[in-house]
């Protein structure tokens, strides 16, 4: 069965920190792009950040930039979203998706409708 897993959400203070995971089981990543997207309540969903299978390029959304850092590990087969200073507006679940799609980071970020798999999603809740 393909299939991606989300952990590490939870609560957590503001300008704390979290790591979150995406474990893939049933395929491997290696050769996949990856996107990370959230949706906060009442609101669409949005892209926080999309790796590239190409050139391992990373894009990041301005909301983000600068505190969030997406990352990969293939032997583990699990992807990474360090997310640091986090904000009250960061409160959301976010979802890791996968896609066999070699073109920017920052197209697939825009263009979600290249993602194959979904992961369930995991609530990130920033609160004092």
């Known amino acids: 069965q393909v299939q991606l897993v989300e952990s590490g959400g939870g609560l957590v203070q503001p300008g704390g920190s979290l790591r979150l995971s995406c474990a893939a089981s049933g395929f491997t990543l290696d ?9 906060a ?7 926080v950040s999309c790796i590239s299978s190409s050139d391992g390029s990373t894009f990041y959304a301005d909301s983000v930039k600068g505190r969030f850092t997406g990352s990969r590990d293939n032997a583990k087969n699990t992807v990474y979203l360090q ?12 979802y ?13 970020c825009h263009h979600d ?16």
């Open 96 to 108: 890791c998706a996968a896609a066999r799609f070699t073109g920017s980071s920052w197209y697939l």
């Open 31 to 39: 050769y996949y792009a990856i996107g990370w997207f959230r949706q």
């Open 113 to 128: 409708r290249w993602l194959e798999v979904w992961g369930q999603g995991t609530l990130v809740t920033v609160s004092s």
């Open 83 to 94: 997310m640091n200073s986090l904000k009250p507006e960061d409160t959301a679940v976010y």
């Open 41 to 47: 309540p009442g609101k669409e969903r949005e892209p």
